[in-house]
């Protein structure tokens, strides 16, 4: 009984925690600034392109929203993903496909991709 209830729980967890990424995603795909911002560390390192820099939450955003605003988006699919051996940390790599060009999107996270979770993003053409 033990066993199963463990195994259920484990489950349920898994599930949440892919909701969470694609939640994540969607949101990207939506140009959803708010749900993304709940997602972002109170400082983050993001790149777009060659303009790497450290910044709060509000700036990365504002910088997020600018570029999402400029190029529609057609998809948001993630095609590699990987996480430290003791799971502290994972990354998931997408492939962007907007009206205008194609961007590889790379997500860095403490842990699963949740609330307050992203600590790096990097927007690169593809």
């Known amino acids: 009984m033990k066993q199963l209830l463990l195994i259920l729980l484990s489950t349920v967890t898994f599930q949440l925690s892919g909701q969470n990424a694609n939640n994540f995603f969607n949101a990207l ?3 959803d600034t708010e749900v993304l911002e709940t997602y972002l560390e ?3 390192d993001f790149c777009l392109f060659e303009d790497q820099q450290i910044l709060g939450k509000k700036s ?3 910088k997020l929203n600018k570029f999402l605003n400029d190029h529609k988006i057609i998809s948001v699919d993630v095609i590699h993903k990987g996480s430290s051996k003791d799971k502290s940390s994972q990354y998931k790599v997408a492939k962007m496909t907007t009206s205008k060009d194609t961007f590889r999107v790379f997500v860095f996270t403490s842990g699963e991709i949740g609330l307050k979770s992203v ?8």
Request: aromatic fraction near 6%; proline fraction near 0%; charge should be positive.
């Open 42 to 44: 109170d400082n983050i």
């Open 29 to 31: 795909k939506n140009n």
């Open 60 to 62: 990365a955003m504002n």
């Open 119 to 126: 600590k790096e993003i990097r927007i690169d053409k593809f």
